[in-house]
Antibody
Framework: EVQLVESGGGLVRPGGSLRLSCAAS????????MNWVRQAPGKGLEWVSS????????HYADSVKGRFTISRDNAKNSLYLQINSLRADDTALYYC????????????WGRGTLVTVSS | ETVMTQSPATLSVSPGERATLSCRAS??????LAWYQHKPGQAPRLLIY???TRATGIPARFSGSGSGTEFTLTISSLQSEDFAVYYC?????????FGGGTKVEIK
């Protein structure tokens, strides 16, 4: 069974930083592209960033470009999201998700980690 | 950016009835369209990919159709566990974009 478990969320002040992590199991992590998708309170799903299996190709949503950095460690079966210069509109549940090829359907999701930006 | 628009926003259906959900893309996405089911407190679940292919383990009562800019998710006979929010998503081009969701609620 595929499991994606996010961690690292919390309450942070505007302008602050956090590093989200996602621990993957039950899949050959190094063969999968990975994504971060978020959901603001009461809103729908919003794609944030994607990274190819070998980290050679990365994409970001315009809303986070320059502030967020996605990375992965295939030896540790882990995905990361460094989020800087946080704003109130970054408040959301952040999901880790896998897809079999970069830019394909998202086949597995975690349960998310909550990031709250507030003074 | 390809804007995905879902309708209706809320669909009230009785158990056992058929539900039809729509998704429209602002430009053609071919067949690179997925549907997800999302229940509160749970991870979203992939239902359909390439517009009409059911994901592993998805019951046959879920079916997808369409191509280009118009897509449909049909649930042939709603079960109690099907009441949830459903999202479409295109993966034809970057950025990946989701529709706003359709909430299927008990009538």
């Amino acid at each position: 069974e595929v499991q994606l478990v996010e961690s690292g969320g919390g309450l942070v002040r505007p302008g602050g930083s956090l590093r989200l992590s996602c621990a993957a199991s039950g899949l050959t992590f190094s063969s999968y592209a990975m994504n971060w998708v978020r959901q603001a309170p009461g809103k729908g799903l919003e794609w944030v960033s994607s990274i190819s299996s070998g980290s050679t190709t990365i994409h970001y949503a315009d809303s986070v470009k320059g502030r967020f950095t996605i990375s992965r460690d295939n030896a540790k079966n882990s995905l990361y999201l460094q989020i800087n210069s946080l704003r109130a509109d970054d408040t959301a549940l952040y999901y880790c998700a896998s897809d079999p090829r970069l830019g394909s359907e998202i086949d597995h999701w975690g349960r998310g980690t909550l990031v709250t930006v507030s003074s | 950016e390809t804007v995905m628009t879902q309708s209706p926003a809320t669909l009230s259906v009785s158990p056992g009835e058929r539900a039809t959900l729509s998704c429209r893309a602002s430009q053609s996405v071919g067949s690179t369209l997925a549907w997800y089911q999302h229940k509160p407190g749970q991870a979203p679940r992939l239902l359909i990919y390439y517009a009409s292919t059911r994901a592993t383990g998805i019951p046959a009562r879920f079916s997808g159709s369409g191509s280009g800019t118009e897509f449909t998710l049909t649930i042939s006979s709603l079960q109690s566990e099907d009441f949830a929010v459903y999202y479409c998503q295109q993966y034809n081009n970057w950025p990946l974009t989701f529709g706003g969701g359709t909430k299927v609620e008990i009538k």
